[in-house]
């Protein structure tokens, strides 16, 4: 999971260097790893989820982000 938090945080550096893409790269990777440990409804999963949503508004797709932020409601609701 450290391998995933690192992925995280140098996400975070890429956007505020304002490099969307290569943030959604970090992102996608962390995610990956966090859904294929945890599950795809686990908090740190879905947080990773909401960390993707941020990259994509950043870069300016926001109907991506709204149809992931719904999903991330979705999976919040069926979550036992």
Request: glycine residues 4%; proline residues 4%; positive net charge.
């Amino acid at each position: 999971f450290e391998v995933a938090n690192s992925l995280t945080r140098l996400a975070g550096l890429e956007l505020k260097r304002e490099r969307p893409a290569d943030a959604e790269l970090y992102v996608r990777r962390a995610m990956a790893i966090r859904e294929k440990a945890l599950g795809p409804t686990h908090a740190h999963t879905l947080q990773s989820m909401l960390d993707l949503v941020a990259v994509h508004r950043a870069a300016g797709k926001e109907t991506e982000a709204a149809e992931l932020e719904k999903r991330v409601q979705d999976l919040r609701a069926i979550k036992p």
